[in-house]
């Protein structure tokens, strides 16, 4: 059973700081590439950020300088380091894996900014 679990949500005023976790199954930990999405009221989810199994990131041109994905092997956790938080930061924010042809979420993990 493939459980990814999300913490670390909340609110906080602008220009501040969060951290997410996402606690992951050490079964499709090892074995993908790791995401963090989010989905504002009214839009579609986004894909926010990645980090490859060798280390490697990438990120929305939005959060680019602001926002830090990392992993801890030996937590099988993610993170995401939120940094400058601004009000269109707002979102359900989402962990997520995939693996061959199945995709797998969180139950999401609410980021209010406000001003």
């Known amino acids: 059973q493939v459980q990814l679990v999300e913490s670390g949500g909340g609110l906080v005023q602008a220009g501040g700081s969060l951290r997410l976790s996402c606690a992951a199954s050490?079964?499709?930990?090892?074995?993908?590439?790791m995401d963090w999405y989010r989905q504002a009221p009214g839009k579609e989810r986004d894909l926010v950020a990645r980090?490859?199994?060798?280390?490697?990131?990438n990120y929305t041109d939005s959060v680019k300088g602001r926002f830090l994905i990392s992993r801890d092997n030996a937590k099988n956790t993610v993170y995401l380091q939120m940094n400058s938080l601004k009000l269109e930061d707002t979102a359900v924010y989402y962990c997520?894996?995939?693996?061959?042809?199945?995709?797998?979420w969180g139950q999401g993990t609410q980021v209010t900014v406000s001003s």
């Open positions: 050490r079964s499709i930990f090892i074995s993908t590439d």
């Open positions: 997520h894996a995939a693996r061959g042809s199945r995709d797998y």
């Open positions: 980090i490859t199994l060798m280390g490697s990131t």
